[in-house]
């Protein structure tokens, strides 16, 4: 069948102009269509952490939650191997970001601390030109220091149980973990889970410094907060531009009750899971078992009682006899 540019069976065909021109349009379509939806995705990160651990970084995401962030915590690593390994590869092995910005952003995740994501926080004010930039410290570089060396590095009895167990339980590499803790640590030049010589906490503290100093080089003033927790929530809300709680700042930290914390809610969550069936197997064991004993217990009675009046009718008939 023969078939015209102009005229095509059941109707008029468009001209191949025409035709260009309406396909071209649907393909813009569909890629807005497309790159609206990544931008939809990616929520962004809408606050940088540029402070170190042990600058009350884990108190800072108790109060950002109250301020309506989510904030991912280098104490979440340990539960999450992908993470780990996504940022092993950005921070230590030269990969790039965006595998590991992935692992925050399917989560929800919009502001980052502590680390690993804190040795992002130049890449990471590139790629978001519009977040904000906090930078934790404390009193003194000295200060910081006694904080994060007396840090539970060498975890024992009941803590180290409860995260062997946890890390039994979801297959984590525990050992693995404490490594990537110490090739956090030695990328500003500390290791405390060696010996700490007066050259080690030398550089440690050294390492704080810089670190710090290149977050004041970088980062306009207008764009970074500066923060102490001592302050409290005004110059934090003030820099974010909302009100401030009518309840006490938050001061929480990486301590044994934090692990102790993830340990029984990560296991109440399972075990219920795991266990939920036996919630309605056991009233019926315990109800077949009361039933069994009262049976067994009557049972009991009536061969006790009719024994006891057949010996008791035996000498009855002896006592007669005599």
């Known amino acids: 069948m023969m078939v015209s540019v102009r005229r095509g069976v059941g109707g008029s065909a468009m001209s191949p102009l025409l035709a260009l021109r309406s396909t071209g349009a649907l393909l813009c379509v569909a890629l807005e269509s497309l790159h ?26 108790v109060a ?14 340990w539960l999450n191997t992908t993470m780990r390994r996504r940022w092993t590869e950005y921070t230590h092995e030269g990969g790039p970001l965006e595998p590991a910005l992935g692992t925050l952003l399917e989560q929800g995740y ?3 601390l ?11 004010a590139d790629r978001y030109p519009d977040s904000k930039v906090i930078l934790t410290v404390r009193d003194s570089p000295e200060r910081w220091y006694s904080s994060f060396a007396a840090k539970l590095h060498f975890p024992d009895g009941g803590i180290l149980a409860a995260m062997g167990y946890v890390a039994w339980y979801y297959s ?7 490594e990537f803790l110490s090739q956090n640590q030695r990328k500003i030049g500390c290791d405390f889970r060696a ?53 006490p700042f938050p001061m ?37 078992w ?29 006592n007669k006899a005599a």
């Open 195 to 247: 010996e700490q010589t007066p050259e080690l906490r030398k550089r440690c503290i050294d390492g704080y410094v810089a670190h710090n100093a290149g977050v004041h080089r970088v980062i306009p003033s207008d764009r970074l907060l500066v923060f102490n927790l001592k302050e409290g929530w005004a110059p934090l809300c003030k820099f974010l531009g909302v009100p401030v709680p009518d309840i």
């Open 252 to 288: 929480r930290d990486i301590t044994k009750g934090v692990t102790m914390d993830i340990f029984k809610d990560m296991m109440d969550e399972k075990l219920s899971m795991n266990f939920r069936p036996f919630l309605w197997f056991t009233p019926l064991v315990l109800a077949q």
């Open 110 to 112: 919009d502001v980052t």
């Open 64 to 77: 950002l939650e109250h301020l309506g962030y989510k904030s991912c915590h280098g104490v979440f690593f």
């Open 290 to 318: 009361w039933c069994v004993w009262r049976l067994c217990r009557c049972c009991c009675r009536r061969c006790c009682g009719y024994c006891c009046r057949s010996m008791g009718g035996s000498a009855s008939k002896g």
């Open 114 to 124: 502590d680390i690993p994501t804190v040795y992002a926080w130049k890449d990471l």
């Open 172 to 178: 984590l590499d525990l050992d693995g973990f404490w």
């Open 36 to 61: 609206c939806a990544r931008a939809a995705g990616d929520g962004g990160i809408r606050l940088v952490g540029a402070g170190l651990p042990c600058t009350g970084t884990q108190s800072l995401v």
